[in-house]
């Protein structure tokens, strides 16, 4: 499968992303952004609100983000069903745990349990992401 880079603007201009259409348990959820620096899958605390995923506090991480701030990221007790559709090809399916993060902006994909379980190209120059399995 293979999918354009968005466009986002910021306080120096532009600049283009890779995101990915996502489904968390059969709910499309809409475009993730693929973080490949991001240890672990975070999800804003709210999304949860759609999935009613039961999270296991006990077992909550402390992170600091790239922009040093340090956050609280509560997993799933069970695994999520992670789903990537496109037209004419067959979905991509897999299984893993995500962490809920309250006040997360944006959907990120991260490596344990999710983009280790893709084969991801990256090509900046086209703009392009493609995903296999």
Same mark, same amino acid.
């Given at each position: 499968m293979e999918f354009n880079y968005t466009k986002?603007?910021?306080?120096?201009?532009s600049v283009y992303v890779p995101v990915i259409p996502i489904s968390l348990n059969g709910f499309p959820i809409g475009n993730a952004l693929v973080d490949t620096g991001a240890d672990v899958t975070l999800l804003p605390m709210e999304l949860n609100d759609l999935l009613?995923? $039961? #999270?296991?506090r006990e077992k909550a991480i402390m992170f600091t983000s790239a922009g040093g701030e340090d956050f609280r990221a509560i997993p799933t007790k069970k695994s999520i069903e992670y789903s990537i559709e496109q037209g004419g090809f067959r979905p991509i399916l897999w299984k893993g745990i995500a962490f809920f993060v309250k006040g997360q902006p944006t959907i990120l994909l991260g490596q344990y349990?999710?983009?280790? $379980? #893709?084969?991801?190209?990256?090509?900046a120059p086209k703009k392009k992401i493609r995903?296999?399995?």
């Open positions: 986002r603007e910021w306080s120096r201009g009613g995923m $039961e #999270l296991d349990q999710c983009l280790s $379980e #893709l084969k991801i190209t990256l090509d995903i296999q399995q």
